[in-house]
């Protein structure tokens, strides 16, 4: 109970409890403070003056104190009462100081057990001890048992276990070190672990995260491909179909210009029987809408062509896809573009050879009277451009346009013939391709076209 109160009334005074620590023995340092004056009794109910020295191997902080323990101490807790230590005028010294500080009365021991002053820093480590005393009066026996050889005795004997019990404590607090360093080291071991675990995972979770996208990525490229298939399936089946339609459409011209042909060979049998020209002006006039029907198929199979060119034009708006049906088709083209400058090569050839074989009907054989009721004819392709009257002398051969149906007579120069033929068609002022004037939409499309190249 006096401890107990001792304490209580201590923290009261100082209001808070002083730094300790269960530092064993063998780890403190008693020679960093010196106790000096220390007498084997103190008078019970009397202040004691503690006296110490400094020595400059310790440095002194605000939190260092002065306690008495009771002898047989283990740690710095056990302390039964205290006093803060005051900090020396020249903290900077190299030399020893001597302090002193006192202990009230009402708070020291009220036994006869063994106690000594202890020194113990900030840390809670005791840096100096002094020799045991007692609280008690002073009397003659307790003079004459001091004295006595026995006591003497009974003191180094008390010390002598004391050291052996400090050695035993130091033995064990070396085999606690021993251990204490042994577990840091399995702890560190643990801690480097558990950081290298941690490590591990995070790594995973950033691997599976990475693993997630990937897969993800692998997806949508799989599904990007699969459209990618469809769509070029789809642009292969549209490539067949408008080849196909474009043979069809070929397949069709081919036939016109067979049928053409037949035409001019019947325009040959037709010059033959120029001398009957009644007959062969009603016959002419049933010819004339013969030919002007071929003409509206002819202009059907036109209106067919322009299908196909804009069939061509959507294809062209894929141009980067079709690169190869581009090629096709310019060349498809060229070739349309040959057979209409041959036509009219072919037209240009007959009407001179109309006009000459006109000429030399004309030198050669007599001219009929008007009474005979015989006409002549030049190129089937052109309207009659003259007329017989009754009475006339000579023949006039005639040319025809073959678009607008206008007649020219044949004395008229070359270039008043071929000026309004060329009127009635374009020319590409890039390949020089001829274009009908009627398809002028078609000849737009074409120069469009080579605008994108």
């Known amino acids: 109970m006096g401890a107990e109160l001792s304490k209580t009334s201590t923290m009261d005074e100082t209001s808070d409890e002083p730094p300790t620590s269960a530092v064993l023995l063998d780890n403190c340092h008693f020679s960093q403070v010196i106790f000096n004056n220390v007498d084997k009794f103190y008078v019970p109910g009397g202040d004691i003056t503690c006296y110490y020295t400094l020595t400059q191997n310790i440095v002194p902080r605000g939190k ?14 056990e302390y039964y009462t205290f006093m803060w230590a005051p ?7 190299d030399t020893a100081v001597q302090q002193q500080i006192q202990f009230k009365a009402y708070y020291l021991p009220k036994d006869d057990e063994y106690y000594q002053f202890c020194y113990v820093d900030q840390d809670g480590v005791v840096r100096g001890a002094s020799v045991p005393f007692q609280f008690r009066a002073e009397t003659e026996d307790d003079i004459l048992v001091v004295t006595t050889q026995g006591e003497v005795e009974e003191v180094e004997l008390q010390n002598k276990n004391l050291r052996k019990e ?17 577990l840091e080291k399995e702890l560190n071991k643990m801690q480097e672990l558990q950081n290298s675990l941690e490590s591990l995972r995070s790594n995973t ?34 490539i067949q179909n408008v080849t196909s339609d474009k043979e069809r459409l070929e397949t069709r011209l081919k036939t016109a210009l067979d049928h053409m042909d037949q035409l001019q060979s019947q325009v040959l049998n037709y010059e033959k029987e ?27 199979i036109g209106t ?53 074989f006109s000429v030399a009907s004309q030198a050669q ?17 052109c309207a009659a451009g003259a007329k017989l009257g009754a009475g006339a002398a000579d023949l006039v051969s005639i040319r025809k346009c073959p678009t607008c149906d206008e007649v020219f007579p044949e004395d008229s120069e070359t270039s008043q013939y071929e000026a309004p033929v060329q009127s009635h068609v374009l020319k590409c002022p890039v390949c020089s ?14 120069v469009f076209c080579h605008g994108l190249e």
């Open 87 to 93: 900090l020396p005028s020249d903290a900077r010294s």
């Open 274 to 300: 120029v001398e009957n020209l009644s007959l062969m002006d009603r016959d002419k006039t049933e010819q004339l809408e013969s030919l002007k029907e071929e003409n509206r198929q002819l202009r059907a």
């Open 304 to 356: 067919q062509q322009q299908q196909n060119h804009d069939l061509m034009k959507e294809l062209e708006e894929q141009k980067r896809l079709f690169q190869i049906l581009q090629a096709k088709k310019n060349e498809a083209n060229e070739e349309n573009q040959k057979r209409r400058e041959d036509e009219l090569l072919r037209h240009l050839a007959q009407a001179e050879e109309v006009s000459s």
């Open 205 to 238: 979770e950033k691997l599976e995260l990475e693993l997630n996208s990937l897969k993800k990525e692998n997806k949508q490229l799989k599904e990007l491909d699969d459209c990618r298939e469809a769509e070029l399936h789809q642009l292969k089946e549209q």
């Open 365 to 381: 054989a007599p001219i009929p009277s008007p009474e005979v009721g015989r006409f002549l004819f030049g190129n089937p392709y």
């Open 166 to 182: 400090n050695e035993e404590l130091k033995a064990n607090c070396a085999s606690l070190e021993k251990q204490n360093i042994n």
């Open 64 to 77: 260092d104190w002065v306690g008495i323990f009771r002898v047989g101490w283990k740690t710095t807790r």
């Open 433 to 446: 391709e001829i274009f009908e004037k009627s398809n002028k939409q078609v000849f737009d499309d074409h």
